[in-house]
């Protein structure tokens, strides 16, 4: 309110000193130019004091977030943020209230923003000591080890994946710049992929399954067909029974991770139904991970509900890839 009256007062300054500037009369318009020009100077005073105030303030409170984030860590709650991280993620906003009230009773009294960050941090901590226990069954010694290690993991190609194998090998001392990281992975993968191509090329009895040939195969012959690629694949697998499944047809496992599959070979596009029943199934093998596997498509719906349960989709195009590729 104050500022919009000085500006008032400013605006109506300068009109009274272009008036008197035309009708040659300068004397007031002095007086009114210095009194225009306190009140600019208090006006970007009172700015800059209001501005140091905030920043002030913002370095308070990050300097009490540290002091109270460390105090938590350092205390047997902190297995309270790394526990929810593990079971709900960053996607149970109610949980995430309840939490922070657990953490409040116990005299860590965090802001709802940095109750986020707190979870988002102890999420990618378990993230990257499960991605980094899982490249270490393979033992690697030599840098071109773990390059190899990470392109066996088969991982995902995304950010993360690299920043994780970044950590990892500057713990180990092998300092190398993303660029010359990924560059190497490439090349290994190349590599890999040419070795493959050769055996292919070498095994007589290895005939292509090709899409039409899955799309005549009955489900239970889908499944053994799928258990085969997997296997290929470098997953330890595991067929379930015809009934009582679970809602998972196969149940993989590779470097301590467990991998539940719904098989759907069907001539029509794929719904949420199989999407629920993955999700339930994972609970009652204890997987980390869903699949489902179809030889069509995945309607949008089921995307959606894919996606908001961390669900992977193998929908035709993809499945012709992997059959092409292993």
């Known amino acids: 309110m104050i ?6 007062v400013i ?8 008036i008197d500037v035309i009708g040659n009369n300068p004397g007031p318009s002095i007086a009114i130019g210095l009194i225009i020009g306190v009140i600019i100077f208090s006006l970007y005073r009172a700015n ?7 920043e002030k303030a913002q370095e308070d409170k990050e300097k009490r977030f540290i002091a109270l984030k460390s105090a938590l860590i350092a205390s047997t709650h902190y297995k309270l943020i790394e526990n929810f991280a593990i079971k709900y993620g960053t996607s149970y906003p109610e949980g995430k209230i309840k939490l922070q009230t657990l953490l409040k009773d116990r005299g860590f009294d965090f802001a709802i923003d940095e109750m986020d960050y ?4 102890a999420l990618r901590k378990a993230e990257y000591n499960t991605f980094k226990e899982r490249l270490l069954t393979f033992n690697p010694i030599q840098f071109d080890d773990y390059i190899e290690s ?17 950590m990892l090998l500057d713990e180990k001392e092998f300092k190398f710049g993303r660029f010359f990281i990924e560059d190497n992975i490439q090349q290994v993968k190349s590599k890999f992929e040419l070795k493959h191509f050769e055996r292919r090329l070498l095994d007589n009895n290895n005939r292509q399954v090709s899409m ?3 799309d005549t195969m009955a489900g239970q012959e889908f499944e053994s067909f799928l258990n085969t690629l997997f296997q290929k694949m470098g997953y330890t697998v595991k067929q379930t ?11 993989l496992a590779r470097f301590g991770e467990v991998v539940v599959v719904q098989a759907k070979r069907s001539n029509n596009t794929i719904g949420n139904k199989a999407i629920q029943e993955v999700v339930a199934s994972m609970k009652f093998y204890n997987a980390e991970k869903g699949m489902v596997v179809t030889n069509n498509y995945f309607t949008k719906a089921a995307e959606d509900l894919a996606n908001a349960n961390t669900i992977s989709l193998i929908d035709r195009k993809q499945l012709s890839e992997l059959i092409s590729k292993y």
């Open 3 to 8: 500022k919009i009256f000085f500006s008032i």
């Open 11 to 18: 605006v109506l300054a300068i009109i009274k000193l272009i």
């Open 48 to 54: 800059i004091s209001k501005k140091h105030e905030v």
């Open 118 to 121: 707190l979870i988002s941090d």
């Open 150 to 166: 990470f392109v066996k993991l088969n991982l995902p190609e995304n950010t993360q994946a690299i920043d994780f194998l970044l």
């Open 212 to 214: 039409s040939d899955i």
């Open 241 to 251: 029974k015809l009934t009582g499944d679970q809602g998972a047809d196969l149940v």
